[in-house]
């Protein structure tokens, strides 16, 4: 069962073949002035983000939220009937994967192109990055020093055996980091690396990147793998009892030398099967203004992607960086072979 948004209303629905589904009238009508969202999204601040763009434009946003590789098997098996307009969603991975099974079309936008890099968009126009987050190394200040590690090849050093924490390998942002290694080094090299990693976990992975971060505030390693925004997280709910943790958290960006930091992002395209086609280009198109781009970047504590728009204060602080240019469809489409070669290597 899955919670479904319409409008600013929740409805509940299951269908008897087991698929999610939910009466939404009006919603497929091409001529209503309406946008059908699919997000994977759920914060806060993205509400007031879809409340201006109705009243800057009279468009209406109907909205159903969920997992995102939900979303992705709910529109395969709408079809031709989807009346989604616009997908949502975290991680180059799944918005690739969505975009590899014709559930996206391609559209030409110069506000888009001209707003958004290279990098982090698709070459041929079926998704584009909104906002970005940079994949970390987080350490305790008392047990590293900034320069003790520079790169995620550095993570494998047999120094640091017993010392790393990271996610299983089946998560998403394990896979398209790896990715990346992947795309940088070649197969080999990468099962390597993998290798002397799964060497110095300090434990089996386990939780989320916050749980991570908790992980090695606790001392049971002095390194991990991390999302910025999770610390970010921490750092703006402001709770008394995460001062001491914030206060032993160092973050690096590693790769500074050489191909900068690991970059992912939030993205969205338009559906394969849009009936409000003009009503979803304008929305995206939207997504890159400077008002939308500091509500997504402050919704989940990322960074925008437009040059002209501050970072958040929670994650600005960690300083500039060098972030790598690989395009983000590169990594997401190594995703598969890159968890066949962690699985090689023992990252489970």
Same mark, same amino acid.
């Given at each position: 069962m899955e919670?479904?948004?319409?409008?600013?209303?929740?409805?509940?629905?299951? /269908?008897? =073949?087991?698929?999610? /589904?939910?009466?939404?009238? $009006?919603?497929?009508?091409?001529?209503?002035?309406?946008? #059908?969202?699919?997000?994977?999204?759920?914060?806060?601040?993205?509400?007031?983000?879809?409340?201006?763009?109705?009243?800057?434009?009279?468009?209406?946003?109907?909205?159903i939220d969920g997992n995102p590789d939900a979303l992705i098997e709910r529109l395969k098996a709408e079809g031709s009937n989807s009346p989604c307009d616009v997908f949502i969603s975290i991680d180059a991975?799944?918005?690739?994967?969505?975009?590899?099974?014709?559930?996206?079309?391609?559209? $030409? /936008?110069?506000?888009?192109v001209g707003a958004v890099p290279d990098n982090l968009r698709d070459p041929d126009g079926h998704w584009f990055g909104f906002s970005t987050r940079?994949?970390?190394?987080?350490?305790?200040?008392?047990?590293v020093k900034p320069g003790d590690v520079a790169s995620y090849e550095d993570l494998a050093n047999p120094k640091w055996k017993g010392k790393v924490l990271t996610r299983s390998s089946t998560n998403i942002y394990s896979q398209?980091?790896?990715?990346?290694?992947?795309?940088?080094? =070649?197969?080999?090299?990468?099962?390597?690396?993998?290798?002397?990693?799964?060497? #110095?976990?300090?434990?089996?992975?386990?939780?989320?990147?916050?749980?991570?971060?908790?992980?090695?505030?606790?001392?049971?390693g002095d390194l991990a793998i991390s999302n910025t925004y999770y610390l970010g997280k921490i750092i703006r709910? #402001?709770?008394?009892?995460?001062?001491?943790?914030?206060?032993?958290?160092?973050?690096?960006?590693? $790769?500074?030398?050489?191909?900068g930091t690991h970059i992912n992002i939030s993205g969205g395209g338009l559906a394969a099967h849009a009936k409000n086609k003009e009503n979803g280009i304008k929305f995206l198109e939207y997504l890159v203004t400077a008002s939308a781009q500091r509500y997504f970047a402050a919704g989940n504590d990322e960074y925008p992607v437009v040059a002209n728009v501050a970072a958040p204060a929670s994650v600005a602080g960690f300083g500039t960086f060098k972030?790598?240019?690989? #395009?983000a469809r590169v990594f997401a489409r190594n995703n598969a072979e890159a968890l066949k070669i962690m699985d090689r290597a023992g990252w489970k």
């Open positions: 919670r479904f948004v319409v409008g600013r209303r929740s409805f509940l629905a299951m /269908s008897a =073949g087991g698929m999610a /589904s939910v009466a939404m009238p $009006n919603v497929v009508r091409a001529q209503e002035k309406v946008v #059908n969202l699919y997000s994977a999204r759920h914060y806060d601040t993205d509400e007031a983000l879809y409340g201006d763009f109705a009243k800057a434009t009279g468009i209406r946003i109907n909205r991975g799944r918005i690739e994967a969505a975009r590899a099974q014709g559930l996206l079309q391609a559209i $030409n /936008s110069e506000a888009i940079a994949r970390v190394i987080m350490y305790h200040k008392d047990r398209s980091l790896t990715g990346s290694v992947l795309a940088a080094h =070649g197969a080999e090299k990468t099962e390597a690396w993998c290798r002397g990693l799964v060497a #110095n976990f300090a434990r089996a992975p386990k939780g989320g990147d916050t749980d991570q971060i908790r992980a090695v505030a606790a001392g049971e709910t #402001n709770k008394p009892e995460d001062k001491e943790l914030i206060a032993k958290i160092g973050v690096i960006f590693p $790769n500074q030398g050489d191909r972030a790598d240019k690989l #395009n």
